[in-house]
């Protein structure tokens, strides 16, 4: 009999189901929340509405695009956290409800778990070996683990501060880019030249910071601003540049030095940073294998929940019907 996994994802504001075949994808359904876009950030009590009203029209799409019946599911796997809780509840309830109707396991997926485990897909994309270094960058989180298997998890070093998404996105908004930026600077960064640099963060061992950066170029874009009220949109793309090549040394140094420390030679990127360009062509430079995940997974996505979900399963790893949302939730 086959194992089938549907997956599901609503730790923010992207509605998502996915279905797997015996760790191949069937499908993978993803409706994004364009409402937040208009107010500079996700609105949390907007984006757990549209969960509500969006949830069961994707799992729909989900399964009959994969030509699977609810009855042919073996199980059934949600992001548990970290995330918003009004939007996590939205998936605990639909996964809670449909794993008891149907009499089949529950799993209960850590997100930032799936965005590095989401390499495990079987299909053409390589797939690395445990143990591994992985690195997750996404809008919450800037993490550096050492992955031992599908469930242990060792947190090397992570931000002290800000994520590297929130410093795009952050600085990004300085530039009156709309949010999300990071996409909108990487397409801007390729057009420009790096030729403003920024304070430089000093943090210990294998811990990042952000939050520098960010005043670095807010006091940077003041002093400029009185001299030239048009500084932004005359240096725009130069600005991008900049800002992508001071976010990615920063990533660099820390990624290199726990590279060598940990004698780990697989590097794994996780989470929507991992879509930049400028990062991912700094990576290719280092002397390891480095697995970046093709762009369709790098931001949310229900396809890392359910190869999570069915590694957990193989695992025996399965979660009861009190499984509770978390919005803090430790890797
Ligand atoms: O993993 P993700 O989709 O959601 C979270 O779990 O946070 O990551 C979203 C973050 C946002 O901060 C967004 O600006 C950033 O990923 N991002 C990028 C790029 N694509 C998405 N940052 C820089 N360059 C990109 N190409
Ligand atoms: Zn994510």
């Known amino acids: 009999m086959a194992t089938v996994i549907l997956g599901i994802e609503s730790s923010c504001d992207d509605t998502a189901a996915a279905v797997l075949v015996d760790g191949k994808l069937r499908a993978n359904v993803v409706a994004q929340q364009l409402e937040h876009q208009t107010h500079g950030g996700v609105i949390p009590e907007l984006a757990s509405r549209a969960h509500v009203q969006r949830i069961i029209p994707v799992v729909e799409a989900a399964l009959s695009k994969a030509n699977i019946e609810k009855k042919d599911l073996t199980a059934v796997a949600y992001t548990q956290g970290p995330g918003l809780l009004g939007s996590l509840l939205v998936g605990n309830a639909f996964a809670k409800s449909l794993a008891l109707a149907l009499d089949i396991p529950l799993l209960a997926v850590h997100h930032m778990q799936a965005h590095l485990l989401v390499h495990f897909i079987d299909d053409e994309f390589p797939t690395p070996k ?11 989180h800037t993490q550096l683990v050492r992955v031992n298997d599908a469930s242990s998890f060792n947190v090397l070093g992570e931000t002290k501060d800000d994520a590297a998404g929130e410093a795009f996105d952050k600085t990004g908004k300085m530039l009156g880019l709309p949010y999300p930026a990071g996409p909108v600077m990487d397409k801007y960064a390729a057009q420009g030249i790096p030729k403003f640099t920024f304070g430089k963060p000093t943090v210990a061992g294998l811990d990042f910071s952000f939050s520098g950066l960010k005043t670095s170029v807010l006091y940077f874009l003041r002093e400029q601003q ?10 725009l793309y130069d600005l991008c540049a900049s800002i992508q090549q001071a976010i990615v040394h920063i990533l660099m140094e820390k990624v290199t030095k726990a590279l060598s420390e940990t004698g780990l030679n697989q590097l794994v990127l996780g989470g929507g940073v991992s879509a930049n360009s400028g990062l991912r062509e700094a990576l290719k430079q280092l002397d390891t294998n480095v697995f970046l995940p093709p762009l369709p997974y790098t931001t949310d996505n229900a396809a890392m929940i359910a190869i999570t979900g069915h590694l957990q399963l193989q695992l025996g790893k399965m979660d009861t019907l009190s499984s509770e949302p978390k919005a803090r939730m430790s890797i």
């Open 130 to 140: 445990f143990p591994f270094l992985g690195l997750t960058v996404s809008g919450g």
């Open 226 to 235: 009185d001299k030239d009220p048009d500084f932004i949109s005359n240096n």
